[in-house]
């Protein structure tokens, strides 16, 4: 994961307000994922199915 400007053939979405950008390739494989911020270890944590 990084900060970086969308590169050309990305899929771009506004989630909340915030720009998202990733790899065309990746949007079938991460359509069900939850990114959560776990404050008590200052990280932010991909989620799954019975997970969320």
Known sequence: MSLDEPQAGDHVETING?????????VSWTGELVLDYKKE?????FLSGSSC
């Open 41 to 45: 270890r200052g990280n932010f944590a």
């Open 18 to 26: 915030i720009q998202v950008a990733m790899d065309a390739t990746m």
